[in-house]
Nanobody, 127 residues
């Protein structure tokens, strides 16, 4: 089991950058696939990105490709989301999530594939 705590959210103007972090508890953090999802008010939760156990494979939603970068440091039990060129439509609560099984990109875009979730951190982008 792993507990996840996100941090780094905040308010930024369009075109700005933010870095979100997710800290995981436990000694087995490296055995989890880590993903980021987001949920805007009145909208369904949507996939943002996912990273494999060692960071060798990543997938991104088309809406963030080229602007967001996911990385992980298993020595520090953390996964980060670097967000550049932020847009108002990026405004949402961002959640990190951990999965125990790797799967196809299509399946990993589904929240149901993840076993543990953080509490979320708010990102607000103003125009």
């Amino acid at each position: 089991q792993v507990q996840l705590v996100e941090s780094g959210g905040g308010a930024v103007q369009a075109g700005g950058s933010l870095r979100l972090s997710c800290a995981g508890s436990g000694r087995t953090f490296s055995s989890y696939i880590m993903g980021w999802f987001r949920q805007a008010p009145g909208k369904e939760r949507e996939f943002v990105t996912v990273i494999s156990w060692t960071g060798g494979t990543t997938y991104y939603a088309d809406s963030v490709k080229g602007r967001f970068t996911i990385s992980r440091d298993n020595t520090k039990n953390t996964v980060s989301l670097h967000m550049n060129n932020l847009k108002p439509e990026d405004t949402a609560v961002y959640y990190c999530a951990a999965a125990v099984r790797w799967n196809s990109a299509t399946k990993l875009m589904e929240g149901a594939e993840y076993d543990y979730w953080g509490q979320g951190t708010q990102v607000t982008v103003s125009s």
